[in-house]
């Protein structure tokens, strides 16, 4: 189904091309979101991943899933995006409302609670310290390859990886 | 909370989370302009100045780079992007012009004589508009502003929470059926769930707006003084028919209805009335602010 799919956008097809949207979107959103820690800026690359998906779709040949092609592309944008501002500002006030965070209740308070405040906490880190967390303990991505991806040495993304675990004990701890 | 506790809960995550709006419509406007992508770097360098224009149309309104040196035209359908150090004119068509400001992202919807449209999806602009009412508008994701002869900032974030600011005239702001009237020295607030919020003067104080934000009658009632009138006017159109009859009453102390406005057709909502009041309303604030502007 979704190879079909891809070979209709391929070929030009549209609506074809917002199916997928509509079956990842949600998917590259999360992404973005825990990338950028701001609703609005993950938004931005949400579109702009799609956009930029649309115009590449040429190059994509199946080599592997469709989405692990789309969300490796979404992580590109949104490096790319901060790269390229060079925006550092803090984002933490935007994402300090929790029902932005759409929880899903996993079948107890406990959970979804801790999830909201996991997520906040998230947001709340350094910027080099969320990224190489997001990507590695979230995303499954290895040492090597978020350091191609964000630019910094290995040892750089373990030191990123073990700070943002020790922050996030700390501030879910209190 | 140990290292295992915390990689647990992250595994507990949701893969998937939905946006809270739907970003198609966004993504779709730019498919079709893969061709014709421009990007307008102006010659100054230091600005980091940025721009992209998407999709071209025939109509164009002249653009200035104020940044540094570059011109050029903005045309029906085309989004015209400041980065956080950029910021543009638009020139809007004869009737005025529009400064585009830093992070923003700005559409030109429509260029005709009888229909100037931009739309604003994020970021801030300040409109200077010399013209017969309702020849101007802007929309925002949570409703358009409504050019009556003005000057005025508008801001919004992508997802309509935002603040309109009126310098000069006045700006009508609507969303659906809900609308408010936003004249010179005044301050609205946007929000994207409710559209306009109640208007208030410059000078209003911290009770007052915080009262207005949670439609908090008593607390606005004893926060306003006669300045506020304004305010209390878009309130009693706003609070359920039981509050009506003291906000009438307050408003009524701190300006009094004009003849042939009375206060049972006040609280029914007659327009004719409430138009009435609006003008007393608005010349006592309209002379207020002139003589207190230096």
């Given amino acids: 189904m979704t190879d079909d799919l891809v070979r ?16 990842h979107a949600g998917r590259v959103y999360a992404l973005c979101l825990r990338l950028t820690g701001d609703r609005v800026a993950a938004e931005e690359r949400t579109q702009d991943a799609f956009v930029r998906a649309w115009h590449n779709l040429k190059s994509f040949r199946g080599e592997s899933a469709f989405g692990s092609w789309l969300y490796r592309l979404a992580v590109n944008v949104t490096l790319m995006e901060r790269r390229s501002s060079g925006r550092r500002e803090q984002r933490v006030a935007v994402v300090a409302d929790p029902e932005m965070l759409e929880r899903r209740d996993r079948g107890g308070e406990a959970p979804v609670v801790l999830g909201i405040d996991l997520e906040r906490a998230i947001a709340e880190l350094p910027e080099g310290a969320r990224e190489v967390f997001v990507l590695f303990d979230i995303e499954g991505y290895g040492h090597a ?8 040495a290995e040892g750089t993304s373990k030191a990123q990886l073990f700070r943002a675990r020790r922050l996030l004990r700390e501030k879910l701890d209190r | 909370m140990n290292e295992r506790e915390l990689l647990d809960a992250v595994g507990r995550l949701p893969k998937s989370i939905e946006p809270p709006r739907d970003l198609w419509p966004g993504i779709e406007a730019r498919l079709g302009a893969r061709s014709r992508l ?19 149309g025939h109509e164009g309104w002249k653009v200035t780079w104020l940044a540094g040196a570059g011109a050029g035209t903005l045309r029906v359908g ?10 543009a004119l638009i020139a809007v068509g004869g009737i005025g012009q529009v400064e585009v400001r830093p992070d923003t992202r700005i559409r030109l919807v429509r260029a005709r004589a009888d229909d100037h449209r931009l739309a604003l999806e994020r970021g801030v602009i300040y409109a200077k508009v010399d013209t017969v009412p309702r020849l101007f508008y802007v929309e925002t994701p949570a409703g358009t502003a409504i050019d009556l002869g003005c000057e005025y900032t508008l801001g919004t974030d992508s997802a309509g929470n935002g603040l309109l600011h009126v310098v000069r005239g006045i700006v009508e702001f609507q969303t659906g059926a809900l609308s408010a009237k936003v004249p010179m020295g005044t301050i609205l607030t946007i929000r994207a769930d409710e559209g306009p919020g109640i208007p208030y003067v410059e000078d209003a104080s911290p009770a007052l707006r915080r009262a207005l934000a949670a439609l908090d009658v008593p607390a606005a009632l004893r926060a306003a003084r ?36 009375t206060r049972a057709a006040a609280l029914a ?26």
Wanted: charged share 20%; no cysteine.
């Fill in chain 1, 8 to 23: 209709r956008a391929q070929a030009g097809d549209q609506a074809a091309f917002r199916e997928l949207y509509r079956q």
């Fill in chain 1, 145 to 152: 390859e978020i350091a191609r991806m964000t630019g910094i």
């Fill in chain 2, 38 to 56: 421009w990007y307008w770097i102006p010659l100054v360098a230091a600005a980091a100045l940025a721009a992209v224009l998407i999709g071209r």
């Fill in chain 2, 78 to 87: 085309e989004w015209l992007v400041t980065d956080d150090s950029s910021r």
């Fill in chain 2, 226 to 261: 006669a300045e506020d009138a304004l305010s209390l006017w878009h309130l009693l159109q706003r609070v359920a028919a039981s509050g009506r009859g003291a906000v009438y009453d307050r408003l009524a102390v701190l300006v009094p209805p004009p003849p042939g406005v």
């Fill in chain 2, 269 to 294: 909502g007659d327009t004719a009335s409430l138009d009435a009041y609006w003008k007393v309303i608005h010349r006592l604030h309209f002379r207020r602010v002139i003589l207190s502007r230096p």
